[in-house]
């Protein structure tokens, strides 16, 4: 076996491995729209179905500072799939007042894949309140298709600190924000570690 051949077997090994396993993350303040202190933390889990089938659940809470006040009321990810057609769609949200964004753009971060929001849109769909407050939690399925869906995992929607991007609005000073993410300390580091030595769509 070619050394190349043994690299290649060794991060299908990675990737696969990590299939299973939830990636934990939290806010990144220095990547951040305004810098206002809004903060959360989440979770998500990536489930092969089978063909060219997965299932992402995401789980987030706002854990922003009532002085700092405000509301969640969005997220917005990519897929990082060597499917130039992969998309996801929202199954279900424990708040209905959360929609699927499809296509979505998030300012000078750029466009994503997918995401929900209130009213359907990242940027300012719906009424701030409607979103969530300082400590609640809500929960978020999507349904992926991919032509590579079997070797998606987790970290393949966060593979980079420009995966994944949270909206605020409704500030105390009236003000919004967008946050990105960085993956907790100890999460997913082993599937990191197999995405970052293989080509993936970037947008």
Same mark, same amino acid.
């Given at each position: 076996?070619?050394?190349?051949?043994?690299?290649?077997?060794?991060?299908?090994?990675?990737?696969?491995?990590?299939?299973?396993?939830?990636?934990?993350?939290?806010?990144?303040?220095?990547?951040?729209?305004?810098?206002?202190?809004?903060?959360?933390?989440?979770?998500? @889990?990536? &489930?092969?179905? =089978?063909?060219?089938?997965?299932? +992402?659940?995401? %789980?987030?809470?706002?854990?922003? #500072?009532?002085? $700092?006040?405000?509301?969640?009321?969005?997220?917005?990810?990519?897929? @990082?799939? &060597?499917?130039? =057609?992969?998309?996801?769609?929202? +199954?279900?949200? %424990?708040?209905?007042?959360?929609? #699927?964004?499809? $296509?979505?753009?998030?300012?000078?971060?750029?466009?994503?894949?997918?995401?929900?929001?209130?009213?359907?849109?990242?940027?300012?769909?719906?009424?701030? %309140?409607?979103?969530?407050?300082?400590?609640?939690?809500?929960?978020?399925?999507?349904?992926?298709?991919?032509?590579?869906?079997?070797?998606?995992?987790?970290?393949?929607?966060?593979?980079?600190?420009?995966?994944?991007?949270?909206?605020?609005?409704?500030?105390?000073?009236?003000?919004?924000?967008?946050?990105?993410?960085?993956?907790?300390?100890?999460?997913?580091?082993?599937?990191?570690?197999?995405?970052?030595?293989?080509?993936?769509?970037?947008?």
């Amino acid at each position: 076996m070619t050394r190349q051949t043994l690299s290649i077997f060794t991060i299908a090994f990675l990737s696969g491995s990590a299939i299973a396993a939830p990636v934990n993350f939290n806010s990144d303040s220095f990547n951040s729209s305004e810098a206002t202190g809004s903060a959360y933390t989440g979770s998500m @889990d990536y &489930i092969y179905d =089978g063909g060219n089938n997965g299932t +992402l659940s995401i %789980s987030l809470t706002n854990m922003t #500072d009532p002085v $700092i006040g405000g509301f969640l009321t969005g997220f917005v990810f990519n897929i @990082d799939s &060597i499917d130039n =057609g992969a998309f996801a769609s929202l +199954l279900t949200a %424990s708040d209905a007042d959360f929609l #699927d964004t499809e $296509i979505e753009s998030a300012g000078s971060f750029g466009s994503f894949d997918a995401g929900a929001a209130l009213g359907a849109d990242f940027n300012g769909g719906g009424t701030p %309140s409607f979103g969530m407050g300082d400590g609640i939690s809500e929960s978020f399925v999507f349904s992926i298709v991919a032509s590579d869906a079997s070797l998606l995992s987790s970290s393949s929607f966060m593979s980079s600190t420009n995966d994944f991007y949270v909206r605020f609005r409704g500030l105390t000073n009236g003000g919004s924000d967008m946050v990105g993410t960085i993956p907790s300390p100890g999460t997913g580091a082993l599937a990191l570690l197999g995405l970052a030595c293989m080509t993936r769509r970037r947008r």
